[in-house]
């Protein structure tokens, strides 16, 4: 079956003062129709970097993407016309980010910013458009959602804001929605009200690119996961599998951290020691210097991806078919 999206040795820099951030190195990710991947890791590892070059959102320069295919069905979207491209944003992939205020236009009000997303890729009438964003409103858990449409983005509360960010992305129906850690800022009643418009989502045969920190939201509601540490990919499956048998010993560390009944929204648990900075990448595996396994080849060598199933992680210890 032909994948929704297939993500090929993507690798991104971003130009600094300080020199070239490999931001995203050589990630490679697999996207069915009806599955949700997540994309787990701590702040920096290029989770965002790699959301946004699916839609091309990098910003060009400071940031370059210097390798990679990034395949929606058959389409190639690092070379599709601009054109052919802003055709597919919104309407067949949308994104919803972490930073919801930089999305929005301060100078609309709220019911004509999403009446003008929908009547842009749906033939609707002003006034089913209308009917179809208030209706979102409400499902995004806006009280008052008809009063609301009247806002300005200034007067609804950062939540809300997200939440109106939220149903511009889902009412549209995308085959693929991108959600960059859409539900930090919300309380936990409307996370599991989002997360459940999001399961409507995928009963549609969308697919869904989760980004979070939270290995519980992995667990809840994703089928697939990767997990990135420092710019790379370092372990990938199913939930139930890498759960069960986590290969990587950052993935270790981050589920031994988890308590039994997993808090939702927590911070990725603290692991000691530090994440490397992307300017000074060590030469063998990037997780080495907290690694409690590390051995002879760790520091001098640079695991690749060792495949055992339908599993795969870049750890030696691993060591077998890479
Ligand atoms: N505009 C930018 N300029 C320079 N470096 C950037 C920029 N955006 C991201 N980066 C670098 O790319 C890396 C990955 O960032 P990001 O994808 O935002 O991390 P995450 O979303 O996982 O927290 C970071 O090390 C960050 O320093
Ligand atoms: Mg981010």
């Known amino acids: 079956m032909q994948p929704l999206l297939q993500i090929e040795n993507l690798s991104v820099t971003f130009t600094t003062d300080e020199g070239l951030v490999p931001a995203v190195s050589n990630i490679s990710l697999t996207l ?3 599955q949700v991947l997540g994309l787990v890791g701590e702040s920096g590892c290029g989770k965002s970097v790699t959301a946004m070059s ?3 959102l990098i910003p060009q320069p400071p940031g370059r993407i210097t390798q990679g295919r990034i395949l929606f069905e058959d389409q190639d979207l690092l070379k599709l016309p601009l054109e052919q491209l802003r055709a597919v944003r919104g309407r067949r992939i ?3 980010f972490q930073e919801p205020m930089t999305a929005l236009s301060p100078l609309h009000r709220i019911g004509a910013q ?6 842009l890729h749906r033939d609707l009438s002003p006034k089913a458009a209308w009917d179809i964003a208030t209706e979102w409103l409400a499902k995004v858990g806006i009280p008052d959602a008809p009063e609301r449409m009247y806002a300005w983005p200034h007067q609804l509360s950062g939540g809300m804001r997200q939440r109106v960010m939220i149903a511009m992305a889902m009412m549209l129906e995308p085959d ?4 960059d850690e859409p539900t930090t800022a919300l309380d936990v009643t409307v996370q599991a009200q989002i997360f459940d418009l999001m399961r409507q989502l995928m009963q549609k045969d969308a697919g869904l690119l989760l980004i979070t920190h939270d290995m519980g939201v992995i667990w809840e509601m994703c089928t697939q996961v990767a997990v990135m540490y420092a710019s790379e990919v370092v372990e990938t499956g199913p939930v139930e599998a890498v759960f069960k048998t986590p290969r990587h010993p950052y993935t270790k560390a981050l589920l031994a951290a988890i308590p039994a009944n997993a808090i939702p929204q927590q911070r990725l648990p603290a692991i000691p020691g530090q994440v490397p900075s992307h300017l000074a990448l060590p030469l063998g595996c990037h997780f080495a210097d ?3 396994h590390v051995f002879e080849p760790c520091r001098t060598q640079h695991p690749p991806l060792f495949t055992a ?3 795969c992680s870049r750890c030696f210890l691993n060591g077998g078919k890479a």
């Open 94 to 96: 949308a994104i919803i």
């Open 309 to 311: 199933g339908d599993c």
């Open 54 to 56: 699916i839609l091309r």
């Open 32 to 34: 069915q129709r009806g």
């Open 290 to 292: 907290r690694c409690t």
């Open 114 to 119: 999403l009446v003008e997303a929908l009547r």
């Open 176 to 179: 693929l929605l991108i959600a």
